[in-house]
C-alpha cells in the first residue's frame, strides 16, 4: 500500500490554529507516501504565512471552498485525494484504512464523525449524521471524503460553490454507480463552529440550508449571507 500516494487538500481562510494542526498532521503522515497541500482563501496568505517550517505545498486562492479545493486538486500529484477540513483529526492508521477501500472496497470513501466535546447533545447530532452518510449516502465535508484521483476527474471534481461543494462532488461521483464506503472509523472535528453560534442555532440553520437546498434545488451562491466562513 505504501506505494500508494494520498494528497491531503486543506481549504483555509484565517485559521488561527493552523501552526498546532499541521504540526499533529506531518506526525500522522511522516512514514508514508503523502503530500499536504493548504490552500488559503485569503490573498494575502494570512494562514499560510505561518507554515514556512512544514513540508507542505502552500497556494493561495479566490475565496470558496469548492474553488478552494478545486484549485488544491490542480497542484496535487496523488493515487488517492483526501478533503481535509482544518478543524478535523484523521485517525492514526489513516493512510492504511483509505489505500485499501480504494483498492479494494470503492472508489471514494468517507469516515464517520466524531465530535470532540462531552456534551450530550453533540452524540445525537454524530449519530444523525453517521446514519444519513451509511443509508443516504451523503457523507459531508467533515467526514474527510476521499477518492481516487481518476474517479474524481471522471466525475467532473469540485464546482466553484461557496457552500455544498462536499455534496455536490458527493452526488456526482454517486453517478458512476459505485456505492460510497462509510468506514466505520471516526475523524474527529471540532466542536467549535457549533459552540461560537450556539448549538441549536447552528443545527437549525444548518438543516434550513439542506432543505432549501436538496428540497427546492436552491443555487448555492444564494446561502452565502446565511453561511459564515471558518476562522
Known amino acids: 500500500m505504501k506505494n500508494r500516494k494520498v494528497s491531503i487538500i486543506i481549504p483555509v481562510f484565517n485559521e488561527y490554529s493552523i501552526d498546532h494542526f499541521i504540526s499533529a498532521l506531518q506526525r500522522k503522515v511522516q ?29 493561495k486562492s479566490e475565496k470558496g471552498r469548492g474553488t478552494q479545493l478545486k484549485k488544491g486538486v490542480e497542484y496535487s500529484s496523488g493515487d488517492i485525494l483526501l478533503f481535509l477540513h482544518a478543524d478535523t483529526e484523521l485517525p492514526d492508521d489513516f493512510f492504511n484504512i483509505v489505500t485499501n477501500v480504494c483498492a479494494n472496497i ?22 444523525f449524521t453517521n446514519l444519513r ?15 481516487k484521483r481518476e474517479a474524481y476527474f471522471e466525475s467532473g471534481g469540485f464546482s466553484e460553490i461557496p457552500i455544498f461543494e ?3 462532488l458527493v452526488r456526482k461521483l454517486k453517478k458512476s454507480g459505485a456505492k460510497i464506503h462509510i468506514l466505520k472509523e471516526t475523524v474527529t472535528t471540532s466542536s467549535r463552529r457549533w459552540e461560537s453560534e450556539g448549538i441549536l442555532k447552528a443545527m437549525m440553520r444548518n438543516w434550513y440550508l439542506q432543505i432549501l437546498y436538496f428540497i427546492f434545488n436552491i443555487n448555492p451562491h444564494n446561502f452565502k449571507k446565511f453561511y459564515r466562513s471558518h476562522k
Not at 41 to 54: A, E, H, Q
Not at 133 to 147: H, N, R, S
Open 31 to 59: 512514514d508514508y507516501n503523502v503530500e499536504i497541500i493548504i490552500v488559503d482563501g485569503d490573498k494575502s496568505g494570512s494562514t499560510i504565512s505561518k507554515l514556512g517550517k512544514y513540508d507542505v505545498k502552500a497556494i
Open 166 to 168: 462536499d455534496v455536490d
Open 106 to 127: 470503492s472508489p471514494y470513501g468517507a469516515f464517520s464523525l466524531k465530535i470532540d466535546s462531552g456534551k450530550p447533545l453533540y452524540r445525537i447530532i454524530e449519530i
Open 133 to 147: 452518510a451509511k443509508y443516504l449516502q451523503m457523507p459531508f465535508g467533515d467526514q474527510a471524503i476521499f477518492v
